[in-house]
Every structure is written in C-alpha cells, then in structure tokens.
C-alpha cells in the first residue's frame, strides 16, 4: 500500500520503548499453494490476526520456545529498526536468522516489538523442493541453538547413512502414495484423505517391498543421489517419528487448502506440495541428528560432507 512505510514508523513516534516494527507478509498473486499454506500457518501458529505490540515479560529468558520466536519475531523482509538501538546491538554476522536473533536480543534488553497485520508487503517464492529441504535442515540445526531448547533426537547413535535410509524409505512410501493420484476433480476434504490412507497404507509395507527411492519425476532425486554418493545406500526403514513428522505437516496443510471446494486446476500444485511438504521433514530429521551429533562429539566425515550439501545455497 502507499503507507506501508508510514504506518510503521507512526507506531513508534510516541512510545520509545518501541524498537522495531514488522509487517504482515502477502503471497503473491502466482504462489503456489505450498507458499500460500506455509504463509497462512506461519501466522496461524504466532497467533497473529491483529496488530500487536509484543513487550517482554519477567524472565523471558525462561517462556517455551515458540512464545519467544512469537514475541521476537523481527522479518527483515519488511521491518523498521530504531536507529540507536540498531548502532548499538546491530546485526550478528549470520548465515541464517539474523533477524529473529535481533529480535530475541531486543526482548531480552526490555524492548517492544510491534508486528502489524493491518500493514502488508506482497511477497512469496515457489522454491524447489530441494531448496526447501535445505533450509529446513538449516533451520533445524540453528533454531534449537538461539531459542535455548532441546530438539527431540530420533537417531541418537545412528550413522548418517541411517538416517539418510530411514529418509529415502519414506521418500519411496510417498512416491508409491502419489502414482495412485489419477484425479483431483473431488472435494479437497476427499482428496487429502485419499491421499492420507494412501499414505498410511504404504507407511505399514515392508521397506524392502517400497524399493529404492528410484525417479519420481526430479523433485529430489538430485540431492539424494548425491547423499548416497556421500554416505553410501543406508539401511532402508520407516521411522515412526519422520512419519508422525510428516503426518502433522499434511494435516497442517489440510487445514489450510479445505478453503478450496476443489484443486481440479491445481493438481500439480498440490503434488508439488507433497514434495516440499516431506522435504522440510527430510531436512529437519537431518538437521537435528547434525545436532544431537554434534553435541556428543560424533560428527565424521561422512556427516561433514552432508552438512556441506545440505547447508549450500541458504
């Protein structure tokens, strides 16, 4: 809008305990749905519908996790920072995250952050399920270290290669569930429970009878042909915690694309989803077995070379 700019810096004018503002952000008009959907839970998941002024409380040192990425959650795509409070703390030299490190930085020093969801800026991307992957697996392994929590370890003790079969099994399950896709003409509710049993029936075959994870039309085949050049083929297995992952995501999903009456014009968008879907589930499993890894001093070449693809490019 042509106050964008205005509003925010308005809201700051009469209170100096205010240190920054950040905006609603806008999908744009040609996102796909898996940038619509993760936009719209993003903002579900803080609980942002309203304009709010975040003001730290008493020990915000010790809130859960997700409440203090909600009060610090500073957007460097469209934010305004105080400008002595930005010449005093400024930005940390990060890979990833430097914002929501900013902001956790403010809160802890007693300033307010206001996020306004009156005020938007329109932006989005319709990334590669590849790239998602990667910037999970980078989320992953930082998140836990600036938010002071303990990610839950599936792997402990397991090689790379491990859990880089226990990945590519349900990479495999997944891609047997989307071959029955032969229409998308029903309701949404139908579709996504079709594909839920589809899935749920997969996840219960033997993962020997699911195969490799063969070709299934590139969407990430690339990085994990690359993997297994890395760490060699893995024991192939269904792990219950990357199924529950991915199982919470879809229906996070779900939630979101019942606002549709159908995806007859969407398949392909929806497929794709699926993909980018299992990639942030692939990516987190990875990113936290580099963490618990590290913290118990078993990081070895093979898990130095998966860092090194997996972090490229974020």
């Known amino acids: 809008g042509d106050r964008w700019l205005y509003e925010m810096v308005r809201v700051m004018e ?47 040192h010790k809130l859960p996790p997700l409440e203090k990425r909600r009060l610090s959650g500073l957007n460097n795509i469209c934010c305004v920072v105080r400008r002595s409070v930005l010449d005093d703390l400024k930005f940390k030299q990060m890979s990833y995250a430097e914002d ?62 491990d859990v880089f079969g226990n990945v590519v099994t349900l990479y495999a399950a997944l891609n047997a569930a989307v071959q029955s896709l ?68 879809f229906d996070r999903f779900t939630l979101y694309v019942n606002n549709y009456t159908t995806l007859e014009d969407r398949g392909g968008e929806f497929v794709e989803a699926l993909y980018k879907l299992f990639a942030t589930s692939a990516g987190a499993a990875f990113g936290s077995h580099f963490l618990a890894a590290s913290k118990c001093g078993e990081v070895d070449e093979q898990l130095l070379a998966v860092d090194a693809c997996l972090s490229e490019g974020i």
């Open 14 to 60: 009469n209170d100096s305990g205010i240190a920054a503002t950040t905006c609603r952000q806008v999908p744009r008009s040609d996102a796909d749905l898996f940038a619509c959907s993760s936009s719209w839970h993003h903002y579900r998941l803080l609980g942002f519908a309203r304009d709010v002024v975040c003001s730290p409380p008493p020990e915000f």
């Open 100 to 161: 929501l490190d900013l902001g956790l930085r403010l809160m802890e020093r007693g300033f307010k952050i206001v996020f306004l969801q009156s005020v938007g800026v329109v932006h989005s991307h319709n990334r590669a399920a590849t790239y998602v992957m990667k910037r999970s697996y980078v989320e992953a392994k930082l998140l836990p270290r600036i938010l002071s929590y303990e990610p839950m370890c599936y792997s402990k003790g397991q090689p790379v290669r």
């Open 182 to 249: 032969t229409s998308y003409s029903e309701s949404v509710d139908k579709l996504c429970s079709r594909m839920k049993s589809s899935l749920s029936e997969n996840f219960s075959i033997e993962p020997a009878a699911l195969g490799g994870f063969g070709k299934a039309g590139g969407h990430l085949d690339g990085v994990f042909e690359r993997i297994r050049g890395l760490v060699g083929e893995g024991r192939l297995a269904l792990s219950a915690y990357l199924i529950q992952d991915y199982l919470g995501a």
